[in-house]
């Protein structure tokens, strides 16, 4: 596992940014798609069976798999960084740390101007804590 300094994923938070609004907004954009494909089987299911119209059920869940798509490499490609996303609704990163042996969580949420908490990984997001000393100081380790 990857472990950063504060100052390395501080300086991945450009790169990091964009990524993560565009998961968001795939992630978005297929739960409509879902939304209203479930509608539309619902209004067959209650209908007893209904006419389509093919032409645009077929374009709705090809939204649907392009949605999907982007979804997963924008995703694998956060992963491929190291980074941990904990929480897209809310655009929220984890970035492993090593301090004094232990691994803990540097912590970022979409719109906070740079890293200012981490927490252990039990605590989770909850657990937040301000920036201190120990973790200033600490080392980073290569994937």
């Not at 980074?83 to 655009?91: F, P, Y």
């Not at 949420?109 to 100081?137: M, N």
Request: glycine share 6%; charged share 25%.
């Amino acid at each position: 596992m990857r472990t950063f300094t504060l100052a390395e994923a501080n300086q991945m938070l450009p790169q990091l940014e964009p990524l993560l609004q565009a998961a968001m907004k795939s992630s978005q954009e297929l739960q409509a798609a879902l939304e209203r494909l479930q509608q539309i089987g619902h209004r067959v299911f209650l209908s007893g069976g209904s006419l389509l119209n093919l032409s645009n059920l077929w374009e709705l869940k090809q939204q649907r798999d392009d949605a999907n798509r982007r979804l997963r490499t924008v995703l694998a490609e956060i992963d491929s960084l190291g980074v941990q996303l904990k929480d897209l609704a809310i655009g929220l990163l984890d970035f492993p740390c090593q301090v004094e042996g232990e691994i803990v969580l540097l912590c970022w949420k979409l719109g906070e101007p740079a890293i200012a908490y981490w927490h252990t990984v039990e605590a989770g997001f909850k657990g937040r804590q301000p920036i201190d000393d120990r973790i200033t100081g600490a080392k980073s380790k290569p994937s």
